[in-house]
């Protein structure tokens, strides 16, 4: 009874790109990025593919996995970076399109790495008020397209791929705000809002030109993504910790009661750190990104997806999912898998 998950999907890009393929152009090793990241390997979005086609696939699979028909999506939430257009019409558009799923509204919903969180969230509002309708939720991410290739220390970290949920629900409206079921936990430090940046929006004002009075833009943008590592990091280290306890505190439950954890595969030592902290053992914390790299939005709904598919994520498990990234946003859910 009452909201679930349904069903699960992931997709990741065939083409691979190594450390060592990095180590070609870059001043770099996969010594030190393996050491420094825990990463070994990223996917990289082909030709042909963006973040509506690849978040597609995921929810393709997620939407098989729960066994809905098209007609039975009443909305679309994609959690993206990475939009195929800038910023409109939204990735979610162009997903809705792509599945056929005629009775769905569709949205963008901008949170960075902690998007999928914000939209679990939005989504989870959406099924309580609407029972008769189920939404997918889609973390994508075509990040390999907006990284600086000449930054060592940024580029090495990213990667592309997609993971969505299914969410359904079978009780009365309104129901779930009755009961203790899963809680989240979302916020924001805007102070922190130049640590990870990409420019190009609309931020700058046009110039008139003195002689004719009309505005005049500037050449085509084509903005790459800045990252102040050392911030992110310490900024990360503080608050998934924190959240995830926090999360434990207010639902009564002991942070070594927890089955899993899922948190936003950034850097292998920020999770390390996390677990520390926490005082859990490393074993239950959900670690892919060796091969996955970061990618954003996608990082929670991939690892979910990997550990439903391998057996490692069953029914009535305690799950804590939690995630950071620009903004900087942060946010967290406790859930007994699989009832939200
Ligand atoms: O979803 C959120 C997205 N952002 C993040 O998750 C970023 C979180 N931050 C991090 O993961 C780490 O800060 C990095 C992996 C980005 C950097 O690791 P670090 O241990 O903080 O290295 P550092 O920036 O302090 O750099 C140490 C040295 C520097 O050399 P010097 O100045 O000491 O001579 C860097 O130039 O390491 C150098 N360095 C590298 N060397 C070889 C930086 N990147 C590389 C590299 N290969 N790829």
Known sequence: MGIKVIGTGSYLPPKIITNDDIARSLDTT?????????????????EGETSATMGAKAARLAMEAAGVTNEEIGLIVVATSTPDYNPFPSTACIVQDLLGCTN?????????????????????????????????????????????????????????????????????????SLKTRAHTLLGADGKGAHFIARSGGCKDSLTINPSTGVPEKAGPILPEMTLQGHDVF?????????????????????????????????????????ARRMKLPLEKFWLNLQTTANTSAASIPISLDQAVRAGKLVEGMRIVMVGFGAGLTYGGTYCTWPNL
């Open 30 to 46: 996969d010594e030190w990025i393996f050491s420094h990241t825990g990463i070994h390997s990223r996917h990289m979005a082909g």
């Open 104 to 176: 769905a509204g569709a949205f963008d919903l901008q949170a960075a790495c902690a998007g999928f969180i914000y939209a679990l969230e939005q989504a989870r509002g959406f099924v309580n008020f609407y029972p008769d309708k189920k939404a997918i939720v889609i973390g994508t991410e075509a990040l390999t397209r907006v990284v600086d290739w000449s930054d060592r220390s940024s580029c090495i970290l990213f990667g592309d791929g997609a993971g969505a949920v299914v969410l359904a629900n079978d009780e009365l409206p309104g129901a779930a």
């Open 234 to 274: 310490a900024f990360a280290v503080r608050t998934l910790a924190k959240v995830a306890s926090e999360l434990c505190e207010k639902l009564g439950t002991r942070p070594e009661e927890l089955d899993r954890v899922f948190a936003h595969q950034a850097n292998a030592r920020i999770i390390e750190a996390t």
